[in-house]
């Protein structure tokens, strides 16, 4: 019988990636960014192969948590509502503090909410993979993704010795490495070794409360008023009282860089954090010669190797251009270079610098 898996999904975030499509309102899992379903639609759908649909939950921020209810088809009680950002090492303790309270022993699958993963069947045999050894070794796992590119925007993980036989494929992780400058990353892909951090991490709630208490203390303590009463999640003073003494970090560093019970499970399916909208052109295909429109009218004349993202109200016209993105959400309009489009949280830190809230 299948080993019964709760899967976490990490949802929110400021919304400044995919500017100005998305907003703090509505940050990049709300967007349907290759057409149909939402990141997070998707994400949900890739849960529920492993999870059903009663071991489902959604941690988010206040500003989000109506769209959520609404959206997302979970019991008022699946859906936790951070006080305020913290990020994603709080929002763990949150879930695993809450799932606890009905199962120590529980499997958690963290799963960020806004990636691409077409295989969805691959994804969710690796989870189970992945779940077996939490379980059965009392493991940190985390999903190392094979690389196939010296990609500078992600980081590393270097992995050590095999786990053991009765975990095949499995690995000890010898250390984390942070996103590399171009040469170090060649050298991490002609070494072999090397996977990317995917940010997709599978444990069980006892184990992670354990470990955040071993590696990450000031967390510990932060989460004291929410452990008293874990059934609700802590009322909603005791989460604004954790929240406010609770640190910013992700659970990486807090937890995983220290802890000596992490193992990586490599994987070879397809996956992309869709973290830019040069990434995401890449994603639907543009190169030097191929052009791709997620949405609107437009007409294109001799412009290759450009994403647009048309609004219903305006046609988009492109002569004798290329590499660019065009974006178009009717209230603002982006034009960056492609390789540019790391760079567009400086317009929305100038947008509120001018205090600009409507657009940001």
Not at 36 to 44: D, F, K, N, S, V
Not at 226 to 231: A, D, L, Y
Not at 335 to 343: C, H, I, Q
Request: proline share 6%; charged share 25%; aromatic share 6%.
């Amino acid at each position: 019988m299948p080993r019964p898996i709760h899967a976490v999904v990490l949802a929110g975030g400021a919304g400044e990636r995919f500017w100005p499509r998305s907003r703090r309102h509505r940050p990049k899992p709300f967007l349907a960014l290759s057409g149909g379903a939402t990141l997070l639609e998707a994400t949900l759908s890739r849960a529920r192969r492993f999870a059903g649909t009663d071991r489902v939950w959604i941690v988010c921020g206040p500003e989000h948590a109506r769209a959520v209810r609404a959206g997302c088809r979970l019991a008022r009680g699946r859906v936790l509502v951070e006080p305020r950002r913290r990020n994603t090492a709080m929002a763990v303790g949150l879930a695993a503090a809450r799932i606890a309270a009905e199962d120590p022993d529980a499997v958690l699958a963290v799963l960020p909410a806004d990636h691409r993963i077409p295989d969805a069947r691959a994804f969710a045999a690796a989870i189970r993979r992945a779940a077996d050894a939490a379980a059965g070794a009392s493991a940190l796992v985390t999903l190392g993704v094979q690389p196939t590119r010296p990609d500078t925007g992600y980081g590393y993980i270097e992995a050590g010795a095999a786990a053991g036989a009765g975990f095949p494929g499995l690995r000890r992780v010898k250390r984390f490495v942070e996103k590399p400058d171009l040469a170090r990353a060649r050298r991490f892909l002609r070494r072999g070794g090397f996977f990317w951090n995917a940010g997709i991490f599978v444990w069980t709630a006892r184990t992670i409360l354990d470990e955040i208490e071993a590696c990450a203390p000031e967390l510990h303590r932060a989460l004291a008023p929410i452990r008293k009463r874990p059934r609700g999640a802590g009322s909603a003073a005791a989460r604004e009282s954790a929240y406010r003494r609770a640190p910013s970090v992700p659970i990486d560093i807090a937890v995983l860089e220290r802890s000596r019970r992490v193992w990586t499970l490599p994987v070879a399916f397809h996956w992309s954090d869709v973290g830019t909208w040069l990434s995401l052109a890449e994603e639907l295909g543009v190169d030097a010669s191929r052009s791709h429109v997620i949405a609107g009218e437009s007409i294109l004349e001799d412009a290759r190797g450009n994403l647009v993202w048309g609004d219903d109200g305006r046609l988009i016209a492109l002569l004798g251009v290329s590499g660019l993105a065009v974006i178009d959400a009717g209230d603002a309009l982006l034009v960056a270079k492609l390789d540019s489009s790391p760079d567009v949280r400086r317009i929305v830190g100038e947008l509120r610098r001018r205090r600009r809230g409507d657009l940001t």
